[in-house]
């Protein structure tokens, strides 16, 4: 069954909407210029203008906050083109938590949004950790009630958010299994294969989200979750 296609600015209000209500404060979009960042030409995710308030340099306006940010694709800019999902410019919705919450709500709201919001099938969605995380299993395991063999782990390269230097940590993702008509047939061919088929972001009727929760020692524990929504024309 295929969730009801909503339109992007639907999306847009029902993600913000809902972290509203789990008392978060809806922030504008920073500029796509950054702001005494020297380390970026452009901001390329939602997490980048929030620095200053991750690392303690700035008291944020809340301690939960929601965002959606104008972005321009940078660092994988070479994909532009060839794949269905790599837009120049994209918005990304974002819920932060400084020092607040952690990987439990993170990790349960954004099933909460998924499956209850917006309506996507459970049995169409996996969730994937950083290899060693066995704290984020349990969460999605015991508490959410994700079957073990539908959790996958991965290593470095996937579930390990960094950005040049500065907060980085472990993180989670969820994607969402499109169909075997968009697969590539590749033998294995599974959640984490690069084919279009388990899209960690995805068109208008479905959903993308990235949530992490790097560390730093700064703040005793921060998470983040960013969203991207690709429209596909
Ligand atoms: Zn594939």
Redesign the pocket.
Known sequence: MNPKPYGVNELREMFLSFFESKGHLRLPSFSLIPQNDQSLLLINSGMAPMKPYFTGEVEPPRHRVCTCQKCIRTGDIENIGKTARHGTYFEMLGNFSFGDYFKREAITWSWEFLTKVVGLDENRLYPSIYENDDEAFEIWNKEVGVPAERIFRFGKSDNFWEHGSGPCGPCSEIYYDRGEKY??G?EG?TVG???D?YMASSTTTATATTPSWPRRTLTPAWAWSGWRWSARM
């Open positions: 697969g590539c590749k061919c294969c690069d084919c088929r």
